[in-house]
């Protein structure tokens, strides 16, 4: 047997164990950020009457039926059950790796706090960001564009991709079950052009996106970043994380723009 192909047969019950662990983890408030989504959306629901869908969607981020567990869970069955997609063993080793690293507990909290930070910024200021500075400060502090509530979560694998629209253009769009996320940024279109010029801190963008993006997607955003060059998303590591774990602080050590 080829030796990838070896650990690629071991490393998949681990991954899917790591996976099963972390949805225990979920399902008995185990997950800091998760129990503080559960929290911060229990406390909204109560006074803001206008986001209340939204509120729920984000809410399911305090579940395994969230769309950052549910990516996870996408992307291992694509390693298990399509592998004849990827470029080579070696890739889906990688990508194998990935998605083990990703379900980490601590990594995974972090990770939540792109979600939670959301219904943060839809308190105005009552409740506290988490993991992040806040908003008014990254926004100074990066000289980023104000995309609105749901600016976070622009870019984020887990609620919509970048689909091209037109020669060298790429406009974002949210997937059915976030489409609601659309009403709350501005302007109500964003091209990927104007978001990598002018984007502010995110986990996702900042320090999470190595592992926590498919090697498919990671091949169009590398394809979106070479139209742009210099001024491509990831040229630049903006700043804003707070108080990040272990694992998430030597990620963002090892940032680079692919």
């Known amino acids: 047997m080829d030796p990838v192909e070896e650990q690629i047969d071991h490393k998949l019950p681990l991954t899917e164990r790591r996976l099963a662990e972390l949805k225990s983890d979920l399902d008995n408030n185990q997950i800091d950020n998760a129990r503080h989504i559960e929290s911060y959306a229990k406390k909204l629901l109560k006074n803001d009457s206008q986001h209340q869908q939204l509120i729920e969607l984000l809410r399911l981020n305090a579940s395994a039926q969230g769309q950052i567990y549910q990516v996870l869970v996408q992307r291992l069955q694509t390693v298990t059950d399509r592998s004849h997609l990827f470029p080579s063993q070696e890739v889906r080793y990688q990508e194998l790796l990935d998605i083990y690293q990703a379900a980490d507990p601590k990594f995974f909290s972090d990770a939540l706090s792109d979600p939670l930070n959301v219904l943060a910024d839809l308190s105005a200021g009552e409740l506290d960001r988490i993991n992040a500075d806040s908003k008014p400060q990254t926004l100074a502090e990066n000289q980023a564009q104000d995309f609105g509530y749901a ?20 406009q974002w769009q949210w997937f059915e079950h976030s489409k609601m996320l659309a009403k709350s940024i501005t302007p109500a279109s964003i091209s990927y ?14 320090i999470g996106r ?30 804003g994380d707070n108080d990040l774990s272990a694992v998430s602080l030597v990620l963002k050590g090892t940032y680079h723009r692919e």
């Open 151 to 170: 600016a976070l979560l622009i870019g984020h694998p887990g609620f919509g991709s970048w689909q091209q629209a037109g020669k060298n253009q790429y």
């Open 193 to 206: 052009r104007d978001w990598a010029k002018n984007r502010d801190y995110s986990f996702y963008a900042d």
């Open 210 to 239: 190595a592992l926590m993006t498919s090697v498919f997607i990671r091949a169009e955003q590398q394809q979106a970043e070479l139209l742009l060059g210099e001024d491509g998303a990831f040229a630049e590591q903006r700043r």
